[in-house]
């Protein structure tokens, strides 16, 4: 009888530090994300294979066992801040949530975990606690004006992608456009352009465009309205380039619509405000479709005429167009008036007395819509 109730008291005395030591040997292990049938494996014969051993080799095998994992699983206890500083606590509580398997004991594993002894002065200190992180209070938003919009944007950096629309007669398409104002033309995939009817045709202008793939030609297409919110440009040349697109977007915003507004970041905010300039000039947008030429002639005394002819094929009417005359660093700008659609103009003008050039050159200068 007394070796019996030895036994039992034994193994009662045994029951609380081996599970409080096979818990924290499951927390160490899942604070090191180990792989779980390996953390219990490693767990178990962590804890239990030396007093199994050591019952081996008694006479009364049981009461050796018990004794034998009272005495190491208290000198474990002991011991584990030694080669995990700071670590006991946190390891049987998670061990023992782990074990109990369910949420309502959490509060439990705490408790016990917080009743072991304080761990000795040479374990090292807790790590600090990472600081939540609240976001600054935004001032107010300032009211619009009319010719204003704020549109959110996304990315970082020269990557930032916001929403616009693109319509062609009844059909709209909204889409996320990277802004970049380092490209000329707006840019768009071939199977964006399908949604809105347009596609590739012999008699489109070509360009050479200059892409972070490298050198391209682009076909250069129309549509009838770009809308950044509620502001909107109309007849607006877009450029085909399937490589242009990435992940978040489909193609590039550029300056022929970019150039037409100021525009302000609000990194705080994330949001761009977009503000319609007094002024426009559409000239990239209907250039592809322009035909310019000029012939010069030089008359007794130093009288230079020029004769400017210019073809619309556009689609629609150039409200005022300028060409430009370059003589060496001198420069004069022509007004060629209102040009409609499809239609063909001649003009003559008289330069200002210059001195002789070599060459003069004529170039598209305005275009108003």
């Known amino acids: 009888m007394k070796a019996t109730g030895a036994t039992a008291a034994l193994a009662l005395a045994s029951v609380v530090p081996a599970s409080v030591a096979y818990a924290a040997a499951i927390g160490l292990g899942l604070h090191r994300h180990g792989t779980p049938w390996a953390v219990s494996v490693g767990a178990t014969l962590v804890v239990f294979l030396p007093p199994v051993m050591a019952a081996t080799a008694a006479t009364h095998r049981a009461r050796a066992f018990f004794a034998a994992t009272l005495a190491w699983t208290l000198a474990g206890l002991a011991v584990l801040p030694v ?44 790590l600090a606690q990472a600081v939540e992180v609240v976001p600054a209070p935004l001032p107010p938003a300032r009211d619009l004006l009319d010719h204003e919009i704020v549109l959110p944007y996304e ?68 549509v009838d309205h770009v809308w950044l919110g509620d502001l909107r440009l109309d007849g607006v040349a877009i450029a085909t380039c399937d490589p242009c697109r990435s992940a978040d977007t489909v193609g590039l915003l550029g300056l ?75 420069r004069w700008t022509i007004d060629l008036g209102e040009v409609g659609a499809g239609e063909s103009v001649q003009r003559k003008r008289r330069l200002p007395r210059h001195d002789t050039c070599d060459a003069y050159e004529i170039s598209l200068h305005q275009v108003s819509y």
């Open 155 to 222: 990315g970082e950096g020269r990557n930032l992608a916001i929403p616009v629309v693109f319509q062609r007669g009844d059909v709209e398409l909204e889409v996320l456009m990277m802004l970049d104002t380092g490209a000329t033309y707006t840019t768009l995939p071939t199977d964006v352009l399908a949604k809105l009817g347009l596609s590739e045709r012999p008699d489109d202008p070509v360009l050479r465009l200059h892409t972070a793939n490298g050198e391209r030609d682009a076909h250069i297409l129309a």
């Open 83 to 126: 080669y995990f500083p700071g670590e006991r606590r946190d390891a049987v509580s998670a061990g023992l949530s782990l074990l109990m398997g369910s949420a309502g004991w959490e509060d439990f594993a705490e408790r016990v975990a917080d009743s072991l002894p304080e761990e000795p002065e040479l374990a090292a200190p807790e």
């Open 256 to 330: 022929n619509v970019a150039g037409g507004f100021n525009m302000a970041i609000d990194a705080d905010r994330r949001e761009v405000t977009f503000t319609r300039r007094d002024a426009h000039d559409r000239k990239l947008d209907a250039k592809p479709w322009i035909d310019l030429d000029a012939r010069f002639a030089r008359y007794p005394g130093g009288r230079v005429e020029v004769t400017v002819d210019l073809e619309n094929r556009n689609d629609r009417d150039l409200t005022a167009v300028s060409a430009q005359v370059k003589c060496g660093e001198t």
